[in-house]
């Protein structure tokens, strides 16, 4: 887990630069295990006393090393039916292969999110990559979704009293959307709505934004290949579903989703191949709402506190007018 950082805030976090990408510094070895950068995590804030956000952990499936980090607003709103706080299902990114739900950075912008839409975000702490190659994560983010639709999410002492369960919305961030998508096309959830923030889509032929993101500060184009060597399937490539469904995915597997929002910025090697996400998406019939248009890098909610604020105001308007539109 490493060293445990007691204070995180979005904003206290630098901005990356091209020497200091994490993804750059996952050394591989030739028996194919990996040696990960530090990263320190934070615990749950619990005490209550002067925090935002409350936080904790709750096993998902102990076999498997799975977690759910729940945030709740602190103090919450009053418990009347008309009052409770929607429920953010959410998948944290690191390409499959980095990071957890207590990231210093992630449990910060959930933090962070929880206090601004406001919500419940409910933080998946999922298998990584190689040593569980996809579509592990993939179904761990399906079980997520059965633990919040299936009963036991409807237990919990937080979302039994504060939580809204006619208003969850599925969501994650870079990796962790391409989670959000496939546990939803698996599971066909009948939630509020998908929340694609970013999503880490692939492909064998190479996109402009790829082709010039060599020097990227966050997402250069050899850690992105490497990442996906190290997630997909042992012999598959970047074309397969899991990495490019716009090309590998059947139509009717995205029959009947509901609606999502997927976002994306102009400064991301990745933002091309979201943009063809969308057009794929709204084709086949999906409802989108299409903000591939901000501002910024991949990931930048995460170090920027202005870029956060843009997101979380995004995802809160989602959340209203998705509500708007299933009273009608």
């Not at 935002?52 to 709103?77: E, G």
């Not at 990584?128 to 994560?137: N, S, V």
């Not at 086949?284 to 991949?298: I, K, P, Q, Y």
């Not at 930048?300 to 308007?317: G, I, S, T």
Request: charged share 20%; net charge negative; glycine share 8%.
């Amino acid at each position: 887990m490493g060293e445990v950082v007691t204070t995180t805030t979005a904003s206290s976090l630098p901005t990356p630069a091209k020497s200091t990408s994490l993804f750059s510094q996952i050394a591989v070895h030739p028996d194919g295990t990996i040696t990960r950068p530090f990263v320190p995590d934070a615990p749950p804030s619990l005490t209550g006393a002067g925090e935002v956000v409350l936080s904790r952990d709750v096993p998902l499936d102990a076999s498997l090393a799975t977690s759910l980090r729940i945030y709740l607003p602190n103090p919450p709103p009053p418990t009347t039916n008309s009052r409770k706080l929607p429920i953010i299902l959410y998948f944290h990114g690191g390409g499959f292969v980095l990071f957890t739900s207590g990231t210093v950075f992630y449990h910060a912008s959930c933090e962070s999110m929880a206090a601004a839409v406001p919500a419940i975000v409910v933080s998946l702490d999922y298998r990584l990559a190689p040593e569980h190659r996809l579509p592990a994560a993939y179904h761990d983010a399906v079980a997520a979704v059965h633990w919040l639709l299936a009963g036991a999410g409807a237990g919990d002492p937080w979302i039994a009293s504060h939580g809204d369960l006619s208003r969850i919305i599925i969501m994650g961030s870079s990796s962790g959307g391409n989670m959000a998508f496939h546990a939803s096309v698996r599971t066909k959830a009948a939630v509020l709505g998908i929340v694609l923030h970013q999503p880490y889509l692939g492909g064998e032929e190479r996109t402009a934004s790829e082709e010039k993101s060599g020097e990227d500060a966050v997402l250069p184009l050899e850690a992105n290949d490497k990442l996906w060597r190290l997630a997909l399937p042992a012999g598959e490539d970047r074309d397969h579903e899991f990495s490019n469904p716009a090309k590998s995915m059947s139509p009717a597997a995205i029959a009947g989703m509901p609606r999502i929002l997927v976002t994306g910025s102009d400064g991301d090697p990745l933002i091309d191949r979201q943009r063809e996400f969308v057009r794929w998406l709204e084709e086949h019939g999906v409802d989108v709402v299409d903000r591939t248009d901000l501002a910024g890098f991949h990931a930048a909610e995460l170090f920027v506190k202005e870029k956060a604020d843009d997101l979380f105001a995004v995802v809160r308007d989602f959340i209203a007018a998705a509500a708007v539109d299933g009273d009608r």
